[in-house]
C-alpha cells in the first residue's frame, strides 16, 4: 500500500474508532448547551480550589510546623509556597475563528490542546464539537478523543471569537515540568472522518514555560486571527 494510502486509512480508522460515524453530521445534536458548559467551568474552577487546598496541606506536612508559621494563615501559606516551587501557572489564549467556505460553512467545530516540545499531547483545553468531534482528524490522532478537564460546547453555527485556559497540569492533575510547549488548534468545516477530507487549518503556537511572563500576539492566519496568548 502508498504511504498516501496508509495515510487515508489510519485517518479513517481514528475517526471511526473515536466517533463510530455520525450519519446527520451537520444535523442539529444534543451537544452540551451554554448551561452545561458553565458548569463545567464551574467544576473545573472549584476544582482548582479544592487543589491549591490540598497542595496548602501538603506543603505543612513537608514544611513542619515552622514553615506553617511562616505562611499568613497557616494553611494559605503552605499552600502558596507549594504552587510557586512546583512551577504552577495559567495559561489563558483568545483567538478567532475565519470560515475558509468549506462544504458545511460556516457552521465549524474545532478544538485547542497543549502538546509538550516534541508534540506529544498534554491535555485538551476547548472542544466545540461533542459528538462530532471525530472530525478533528489532527486532534484525534494526537489525544485519541481524550476531553478529561477541556471545556466543550456544541457545533459552531458560526464563526467568532473563543477562548482557553490551561493551569498547566497534565491529566492527572500534576503540575507540568517546565520547558517549551506547544499550543495546538484545528478547525473543519467538513465531514472529514466520513467522507475521509483532508484535515482541516490548523496551527501551532509555541511558547516556554518557566522562563517567566509571556504575553505574545501571533500574526493572523487565514483561518486564525486576533490571536493573543499569555502566560503568568
Request: hydrophobic share 40%; net charge neutral; with cysteine.
Amino acid at each position: 500500500m502508498s504511504s498516501a494510502k496508509s495515510y487515508v486509512a489510519a485517518l479513517f480508522a481514528v475517526g471511526c474508532a473515536v466517533g463510530g460515524g455520525d450519519p446527520q453530521f451537520w444535523e442539529p445534536s444534543h451537544d452540551l448547551g451554554g448551561g452545561a458548559v458553565a458548569g463545567a467551568a464551574g467544576n473545573a474552577t472549584s476544582g482548582g480550589s479544592a487543589g491549591a487546598a490540598a497542595g496548602g496541606a501538603a506543603g505543612m506536612a513537608a514544611g513542619g510546623g515552622a514553615a506553617g508559621l511562616g505562611g499568613a494563615g497557616a494553611g494559605g501559606g503552605g499552600g502558596s509556597g507549594n504552587a510557586a516551587s512546583s512551577g504552577a501557572c495559567t495559561l489563558h489564549f483568545d483567538f478567532t475563528t475565519v470560515t475558509y467556505k468549506g462544504k458545511y460553512s460556516p457552521k465549524n467545530i474545532g478544538a485547542v490542546w497543549v502538546a509538550d516540545g516534541s508534540g506529544k499531547f498534554v491535555k485538551s483545553l476547548s472542544v466545540w464539537a461533542s459528538k462530532r468531534a471525530s472530525n478533528l482528524l489532527k486532534w484525534n490522532a494526537a489525544s485519541g478523543g481524550n476531553k478529561v478537564d477541556a471545556i466543550t460546547a456544541a457545533t459552531a453555527t458560526s464563526h467568532g471569537p473563543h477562548a482557553a485556559e490551561w493551569d498547566c497540569t497534565d491529566l492527572s492533575n500534576q503540575v507540568v515540568p517546565d520547558g517549551p510547549y506547544k499550543l495546538m488548534l484545528e478547525l473543519t468545516e467538513e465531514d472529514s472522518a466520513k467522507f475521509i477530507w483532508p484535515p482541516g487549518p490548523s496551527t501551532s503556537i509555541a511558547f516556554v514555560k518557566g522562563a517567566g511572563p509571556v504575553s505574545m500576539a501571533p500574526p493572523n492566519l487565514p483561518n486564525y486571527v486576533s490571536m493573543k496568548l499569555t502566560v503568568k
